[in-house]
């Protein structure tokens, strides 16, 4: 296994149904982390453009529709083989081929409003996440070394931190 980043979209009625919490506990349940996070209301360019490879499809004019139709929520994940663990959390394409307990599963309504979309390879998930987050928005999983704030002071005149107070 080795640690991958992902593209998930909450999308327009998976926000609608305010579904944002629950779908993020069940990644963040099965060890994947959000290392970015996003709320955006697609516009007709950008729908278009993130669904390019699916412009000869027969669907693609309703699919930009519903991905234009309410705000979505733009998320990166990552974790250990986190491209195909997230496919896995989120069922097949169709609800009704979906393993019961994934999310589409759960709560999509049809083939088309199926509640979230997710990087389908590595190659995918490079572009997609540049295309959500190529101007910065990325945050490691780095923490400093400290657990209090403000800090104990009883036993030294020293200042452990460089950003606490005086
Ligand atoms: P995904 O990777 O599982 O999201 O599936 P695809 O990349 O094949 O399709 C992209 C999205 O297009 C899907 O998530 C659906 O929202 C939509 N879609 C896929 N197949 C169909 C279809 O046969 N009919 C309609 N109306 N929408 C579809």
């Known amino acids: 296994m080795s640690v991958e980043q992902a593209l998930s979209i909450i999308k327009p009625d998976g926000v609608q149904k305010n579904l944002v919490g629950e779908i993020v506990g069940r990644f963040e349940k099965a060890g ?4 970015a996070a996003r709320m955006i209301h697609l516009s007709r360019e950008q729908a278009e453009e993130f669904y390019t490879v699916h412009k000869e499809r027969p669907f693609f004019d309703d699919l930009i529709s519903y991905m234009m139709s309410g705000p979505v929520m733009v998320l990166v994940l990552q974790g250990d083989s986190a491209i195909n663990a997230n496919r ?13 307990g994934t999310i589409r599963a759960d709560f999509a309504e049809s083939i088309e409003e199926n509640i979230v979309h997710g990087s389908d390879g590595p190659d995918t998930a490079l572009q997609e996440i540049a295309f959500f987050f190529g101007d910065g928005g990325i945050c490691p999983r780095t923490r400093q070394d400290c657990t209090k704030w403000p800090p104990a002071r009883s036993n030294s005149n020293r200042r452990p931190h460089p950003m606490w107070p005086v």
Request: no cysteine; glycine share 6%.
């Open 88 to 100: 896995e959390i989120m069922g097949a394409t169709n609800p009704a081929d979906a393993e019961p």
């Open 32 to 35: 994947l982390e959000i290392i």
